[in-house]
């Protein structure tokens, strides 16, 4: 009599009970993707009525007040709520565990403690943002933020708050884990580019959250009890509350990117067929990014009054920072070089986040360069950049990594075509919604504005017009992916021919995550030319033609 074959980590109660108390890294990161999904299209309506309404020049759709507060929304959601969590909580908190050979992560309770402090940070700044609303941006400067403004800061920030010890939670996870649970022979320099750059993001998150954390509890005292510590009134310094904010912020842009670039150096190698050019460049790359990502936060305050020595060297470390971030662009490159490349969906997403983060990465130098800045601070350019950035990069690769995880995560094969359309309508939707913002900022338009001059107008459609290709390329894939839960074909333990060891274990996979000890290849990215071993890497398309 044959052993019964142990359930996948899907099968191991179905109780609605079993998911909220669980902590198996794969079903947490299941719950993070659901919480994620629904703020992203909470966000993105916030999106779609800014859109709306800079369709025609007049501010005809919303109230001026009404239109701060839906940018405000748009913000805080997108960028604490989706952005920063998205891709360590969902594939980082999955697939970690799996790539080093562990059972779990090291410290499985505080994993499901996060995700609740997640969830209650989530409900505690949508119910201030649309029960009451916040006019102040989502940087909320002071001291209009700490004094002036009428709307729910407080409630805001105290749920954004909750929402940063999420996140020291989670980086506080991962780099106990990386330290202590992998498997036997998984040096460093054997890691997984998708684990250096997760390790690194959460070196961040454990030390500039805290900053972040009592940043925002300073200006909620100043609002309660007229403690003077940013508003000049009584006594206080705007200007710190920028450098405290900055401080965290920007290397927030790297908890956002890092990231994604960990997804994509895992997706284009398998794509290629071919081995990451230049592994280790690539992982002191992603150190590098890190390092320097603290020393560049003076470069949002050009035009701040900061003194122009200061200014100048925030100026250099800006340019500095763009030499790892280049470094990972050519390293790309090479490794497409005299490939056997297939064109997959998660192939067709990797490499638009390739093209959109060197575009946005470019345009950063722009906006470093003194001069430059002085006229295009507060204008349409910074939107463009910053989107390119995160939005093109890392809603990109979070999408690509998506597609490429999800037979491992799932078990079953999405329709390829449909993947590949909506592919290419987020790349070209993206680029038709944000490349006309960069001419709107040339050409001086401010931003934050529900009104603005009739010239301004045609560039304004085209962006309106690539909002609706981009949201068809954001709701098909929602569509799709949740359709193949049920009718997908199985998908194999590696459909892609993929390495690592996440590939080694079943799919969907056990509880414990391997029925046997993964064994390490001789090489890590030892992959070779021509057909894919295990599989073809076309096999989700294959399973389509075959119906």
């Not at 965290?248 to 960990?262: K, N, Q, R």
Request: hydrophobic letters at 50%.
């Amino acid at each position: 009599m044959t052993a019964e074959r142990p359930t996948s980590y899907l099968d191991d109660g179905l109780s609605l009970r079993s998911w909220l108390t669980s902590t198996d890294h794969k079903r947490i990161a299941i719950l993070y993707a659901i919480g994620i999904t629904g703020f992203f299209f909470i966000g993105g309506a916030a999106a779609t009525l800014i859109r709306l309404e800079l369709a025609t020049p007049a501010g005809d759709l919303v109230s001026h007040d009404t239109y701060n507060k839906l940018f405000t929304a748009h913000g805080v959601i997108m960028v604490w709520l989706f952005l920063i969590p998205s891709i360590p909580s969902v594939l980082g908190n999955f697939l970690i565990p799996l790539m080093i050979g562990a059972k779990d992560l090291a410290l499985p309770r505080l994993n499901l403690a996060s995700w609740y402090l997640y969830m209650a940070g989530g409900a505690i700044t949508l119910a201030a943002l649309f029960l009451g609303g916040v006019d102040t941006g989502w940087t909320f400067y002071t001291p209009y933020a700490s004094m002036f403004s009428n709307t729910w800061v407080s409630v805001t920030l105290v749920g954004v708050f909750v929402v940063g010890f999420s996140s020291i939670l989670t980086g506080l996870n991962f780099i106990v884990t990386v330290h202590t649970l992998r498997v036997p022979g998984l040096a460093w320099f054997k890691l997984p580019l998708f684990v250096w750059a997760h390790y690194a993001t959460a070196i961040i998150l454990v030390l500039a959250t805290p900053v972040l954390a009592i940043t925002v509890l300073l200006v909620v005292a100043e609002r309660l009890f007229q403690v003077g510590v940013f508003d000049p009134a009584h006594g206080g310094d705007p200007l710190l509350f920028q450098h405290l904010f900055w401080f965290y912020s920007h290397p927030a842009v790297y908890i956002m990117i890092l990231p994604a670039m960990g997804v994509v150096s895992e997706i284009i190698p398998c794509f290629a067929r071919r081995p990451i050019f230049g592994y280790r460049f690539m992982a002191y790359a992603i150190l590098g990014i890190a390092s320097i990502g603290f020393l560049v936060w003076g470069h949002h305050m050009f035009v701040s009054g900061q003194s122009p020595a200061a200014s100048l060297v925030f100026s250099l470390l800006s340019f500095l920072v763009a030499i790892p971030s280049a470094i990972k662009v050519f390293n790309w490159t090479a490794t497409l070089y005299r490939g056997s490349i297939r064109f997959g969906a998660p192939m067709l997403y990797a490499l638009g986040f390739v093209g959109l983060f060197t575009v946005g990465g470019l345009t950063g130098l722009f906006v470093a360069t003194l001069t430059l800045d002085v006229h295009l601070t507060d204008t349409y350019f910074v939107v463009a950049h910053f989107h390119y950035i995160m939005v093109g990069g890392s809603v990109t690769a979070f999408f690509g990594g998506l597609h490429f995880w999800w037979p491992k995560v799932t078990g079953r094969c999405y329709p390829e075509t449909w993947a590949r359309i909506a592919a290419v309508c987020m790349f070209l939707g993206f680029n038709l919604t944000f490349f006309p913002q960069f001419l709107l900022g040339v050409e001086g338009m401010p931003r934050r504005y529900h009104a603005y001059p009739p010239q301004f107008q045609a560039l304004n459609l085209f962006s309106s017009a690539g909002a609706v290709v981009l949201a068809i390329g954001y709701l098909l894939p929602l569509a799709y992916l949740a359709g193949s839960l049920r009718r997908g074909a199985p998908a194999g333990d590696n459909p892609f021919g993929a390495v690592g060891l996440e590939w080694q274990t079943r799919s969907p996979p056990p509880t414990r995550n391997f029925d046997h000890d993964p064994t390490l290849p001789d090489q890590v990215y030892d992959y070779t030319p021509g057909p894919a071993r295990g599989g073809s890497p076309g096999a989700l398309a294959g399973t389509e033609a075959r119906r």
